[in-house]
């Protein structure tokens, strides 16, 4: 099958981590990916060298010149299908509708809201709640919608997985009796670490040795009123920014628990993330969040906005060492049920198939070559010094 991916965007984020790994993925199947993307940017980076071609553009729409030039040249390579990512090149992949019969398939990484998604001949949600928003009010018919889970590291947990732990956490300056609460991520206001801070005080009255360890790149309006609030409440040895990380498989191994308590998210990486390393989560009740964390078995779900309850949580499994061991070996088995990417990039071969199918009128086939274990050298969440949005 000849697919192209085709993502906007100069640094890494959610999205462009996905695209990469479906990419990647189905080149090995066999089949023959083009990535366009922009020029210089990371996700370009990370395909040199491999048997992935890149073909570069501005992903300009108008004047309508770049749009033709795309047009033609998937024409001329008798491209089976168009995936798009990312909200320039979703609306790119819309314009490329007008000049070509060739079949544009979306992924919503999002849930915002926009006219162009019920123009798409399918959608990709990435969550049962951002395929609800795709339906109710981007108005997307429910016959071209559908949802396939994210591609998550798979990375094995090795056998000196106890000494990377405590290097990491040596090198960070964390005792291996701190109880270290990881929360993965931009820093910026919709992943509401100020609700997290608000809760630290009562998370240390129970436990004492509670650190809080902030991963993530930082929005600079939000990070100084993040800074001044730790200030104010006389917290900095307990609330910690870390440098960016790129093993994050081996952060997770690292941390005691996850926490992620954004007021939206479409679907979320890092719960995932954190199942996979047997780590407990303690989350806010919105969004995609609902589908990942099992209430009660694999962490606990709790009220967006109440860091009462935030708080609660988090010293129930920080005071716990079998509950938390428990509730990481039931996150690490919903991990491996819920996350089987070869089945999703699989369905992703269908969804292709079918829709070239409907639009077409024509028949594809795909190979049938087993996908092979990432590498896990590849950062799962991607934090080199660029612009960076999950």
């Known amino acids: 099958m000849k697919i192209v991916q085709l993502i906007s965007g100069f640094g890494v984020n959610g999205a462009i981590i996905q695209c990469l790994r479906l990419t990647e993925a189905l080149a090995r199947r066999g089949h023959d990916v083009t990535l366009i993307g922009r020029e210089g940017s990371w996700i370009q980076e990370q395909v040199e060298g491999t048997n992935i071609k890149f073909v570069d553009s501005a992903?300009?729409?108008?004047?309508?010149?770049?749009?033709?030039?795309?047009?033609?040249?998937?024409?001329?390579?008798?491209?089976?299908?168009?995936?798009?990512?990312?909200?320039?090149?979703?609306?790119?992949g819309i314009m490329l509708k007008m000049f070509t019969r060739v079949p544009v398939v979306a992924t919503a990484h999002h849930t915002k809201v926009h006219a162009y998604w019920a123009m798409k001949d399918f959608v990709i949600a990435n969550s049962d709640h951002t395929r609800s928003v795709e339906v109710n009010w981007n108005r997307v018919r429910q016959q071209n919608v559908e949802t396939?889970?994210?591609?998550?590291?798979?990375?094995?947990?090795?056998?000196n997985a106890d000494e990377l732990r405590q290097a990491w956490r040596e090198e960070h300056g964390f005792r291996e009796e701190d109880?270290?609460?990881?929360?993965?991520?931009?820093?910026?206001?919709?992943?509401?670490?100020?609700?997290?801070l608000k809760a630290l005080p009562a998370i240390l009255r129970q436990v004492p040795n509670a650190k809080i360890a902030v991963i993530g790149n930082r929005c600079p309006i939000y990070i100084k009123r993040v800074r001044s609030q730790v200030i104010r409440m006389g917290v900095r040895d307990a609330f910690r920014f870390i440098n960016f990380q790129n093993d994050i498989p081996n952060v997770m191994r690292a941390?005691?628990?996850?926490?992620?308590?954004?007021?939206?998210?479409a679907f979320g990486l890092t719960p995932p993330e954190a199942m996979a390393a047997c780590k407990p989560v303690v989350a806010t009740r919105v969004g995609g969040l609902?589908?990942?964390?099992?209430?009660?078995?694999?962490?606990?779900?709790?009220?967006?906005?109440?860091?009462?309850?935030?708080?609660?949580?988090i010293v129930k499994i920080l005071g716990d060492d079998q509950l938390a061991q428990q509730m990481g070996q039931a996150g690490r088995a919903r991990f491996l049920d819920m996350f089987d990417n070869h089945r999703n990039v699989v369905r992703h071969e269908e969804i292709y198939?079918?829709?070239?199918?409907?639009?077409?009128?024509r028949e594809v086939a795909w190979p049938s070559v087993p996908l092979e274990p990432r590498p896990a050298s590849i950062p799962t969440v991607g934090l080199p010094p660029m612009v960076y949005h999950r």
């Not at 729409?61 to 090149?89: C, F, Y």
């Not at 198939?353 to 009128?361: G, N, Q, T």
């Open 59 to 92: 992903l300009r729409r108008w004047p309508l010149k770049q749009v033709k030039h795309m047009a033609r040249w998937i024409e001329d390579e008798n491209v089976d299908i168009v995936h798009t990512h990312n909200t320039s090149g979703q609306l790119f």
């Open 148 to 159: 396939v889970r994210a591609l998550i590291d798979h990375a094995p947990i090795p056998r």
């Open 179 to 196: 109880k270290v609460v990881g929360i993965v991520g931009d820093v910026c206001p919709r992943k509401n670490h100020l609700l997290l």
């Open 255 to 265: 941390i005691d628990l996850l926490v992620a308590c954004p007021t939206q998210e």
């Open 290 to 313: 609902i589908e990942s964390v099992a209430d009660g078995e694999t962490g606990y779900l709790v009220p967006s906005q109440d860091a009462a309850a935030l708080g609660e949580a």
């Open 353 to 361: 198939a079918d829709v070239a199918r409907r639009v077409l009128r």
